[in-house]
């Protein structure tokens, strides 16, 4: 009988599909319903060093062509890292999926003074969001832009992180995301997250003459951007020993397959949430034992890579 258990940084996921971060935006609110829906691991919101009001409404847009993708541009509203910490704790404690805190900042240092306020909770990992698209008129360019900054990030974290993984989102709004996933391995991350949103990309509402989002423009996921996550993904498998989460646009069983194909070991399920539910998690998860089972493998993770040995 096929098994669906992932073991991804030393750590159990009871299947591949998790809950990336950003989809839920509150802790626990959504994130709790995707694990009832059966997601096999969560990553929570990124958290700032201070509480953020976000960006002006409206943050999230399903537009584009029914169905075929999203805009947000949330602006990483939230409680900051000191709330979020208390709110954390019993989460992570009661949930049986392992969890993932994802942090964001532009500066190594509050990296590092994030990393410090987590550990007594005990994260199963910390990503380290180097690719928020929405905040640069606020803060500049994000860390993950250039390959220099994105291991000082990477290296301070590992200092005081402990025996906890660190992983590195990274954007694909570059010229060379191998490049930036290669610097970071050598600076220590565990693991890599890949892709972020897509853009800034913009839609204008033609009845009201004006953009459609509070911001202006906003990072864009969905099913059209998977052929850009899938083409990351394999080129971070190829330049990386270090394993993947794989996420961009799955929306559906060959999705998942075709991800783990090009190099994803976990894989990240987002935006269709918005239009499907969080069952979603549930009907992946059937539908990828179904595909293993009858393509008689013993463990998904045997789909890992395996395009890069058919060239
Ligand atoms: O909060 C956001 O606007 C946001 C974040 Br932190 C991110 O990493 N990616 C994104 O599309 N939106």
Same mark, same amino acid.
């Given at each position: 009988?096929?098994?669906?258990?992932?073991?991804?940084?030393?750590?159990?996921?009871?299947?591949?599909?998790?809950?990336?971060?950003?989809?839920?935006?509150?802790?626990?609110?959504?994130?709790?319903?995707?694990?009832?829906?059966?997601?096999?691991?969560?990553?929570?919101?990124?958290?700032?060093?201070?509480?953020?009001?976000?960006?002006?409404?409206?943050?999230?847009? *399903?537009? &584009?062509?029914? $169905?075929?993708? !999203?805009?947000?541009?949330?602006?990483?509203?939230? +409680?900051? @890292?000191?709330?979020? #910490?208390?709110?954390?704790?019993?989460?992570?404690?009661?949930?049986?999926?392992?969890?993932?805190?994802?942090?964001?900042?532009?500066?190594?240092?509050?990296?590092?003074?994030?990393?410090?306020?987590?550990?007594?909770?005990?994260?199963?990992?910390?990503?380290?969001?180097?690719?928020?698209?929405?905040?640069?008129?606020?803060?500049?360019?994000?860390?993950?832009?250039?390959?220099?900054?994105?291991?000082?990030?990477?290296?301070?974290? *590992?200092? &005081?992180?402990? $025996?906890?993984? !660190?992983?590195?989102?990274?954007?694909?709004?570059? +010229?060379? @995301?191998?490049?930036? #996933?290669?610097?970071?391995?050598?600076?220590?991350?565990?693991?890599?997250?890949?892709?972020?949103?897509?853009?800034?990309?913009?839609?204008?509402?033609?009845?009201?003459?004006?953009?459609?989002?509070?911001?202006?423009?906003?990072?864009?996921?969905?099913?059209?951007?998977?052929?850009?996550?899938?083409?990351?993904?394999?080129?971070?498998?190829?330049?990386?020993?270090?394993?993947?989460?794989?996420?961009?646009?799955?929306?559906?069983?060959?999705?998942?397959?075709?991800?783990?194909?090009?190099?994803?070991?976990?894989?990240?399920?987002?935006?269709?949430?918005?239009?499907?539910?969080?069952?979603?998690?549930?009907?992946?998860?059937?539908?990828?034992?179904?595909?293993?089972?009858?393509?008689?493998?013993?463990?998904?993770?045997?789909?890992?890579?395996?395009?890069?040995?058919?060239?």
């Amino acid at each position: 009988m096929a098994d669906l258990t992932t073991i991804f940084c030393g750590i159990s996921f009871p299947h591949p599909l998790i809950l990336p971060s950003g989809i839920a935006q509150t802790i626990p609110g959504e994130h709790e319903v995707a694990i009832r829906m059966g997601a096999g691991g969560i990553t929570t919101k990124s958290l700032t060093m201070k509480p953020r009001v976000g960006n002006p409404p409206p943050r999230l847009i *399903k537009v &584009i062509h029914e $169905g075929m993708g !999203v805009m947000n541009s949330v602006g990483l509203k939230g +409680p900051g @890292i000191d709330e979020g #910490a208390k709110l954390l704790s019993p989460f992570i404690q009661n949930s049986p999926v392992p969890v993932i805190v994802s942090i964001f900042s532009t500066t190594v240092s509050d990296f590092a003074e994030m990393t410090k306020k987590l550990i007594p909770v005990h994260p199963h990992a910390i990503e380290l969001n180097l690719s928020c698209p929405n905040v640069d008129s606020e803060f500049g360019k994000p860390l993950g832009m250039g390959v220099q900054s994105s291991a000082a990030a990477v290296e301070a974290v *590992k200092k &005081i992180s402990g $025996g906890v993984p !660190v992983l590195a989102k990274l954007t694909p709004n570059i +010229p060379d @995301i191998a490049g930036v #996933a290669k610097a970071c391995e050598s600076a220590g991350a565990d693991g890599i997250v890949a892709i972020n949103t897509v853009g800034p990309g913009m839609c204008i509402d033609i009845e009201t003459k004006k953009p459609k989002l509070g911001a202006k423009m906003g990072g864009v996921s969905g099913k059209i951007i998977k052929p850009i996550a899938v083409r990351c993904v394999w080129e971070i498998f190829e330049a990386v020993k270090i394993p993947i989460i794989g996420m961009g646009g799955v929306s559906s069983v060959e999705d998942v397959v075709e991800m783990m194909m090009a190099g994803a070991t976990l894989v990240g399920v987002g935006s269709i949430t918005y239009y499907k539910g969080m069952k979603v998690f549930g009907e992946l998860r059937d539908g990828l034992l179904k595909y293993v089972t009858e393509h008689h493998l013993k463990s998904p993770k045997e789909l890992v890579g395996v395009a890069h040995e058919n060239l």
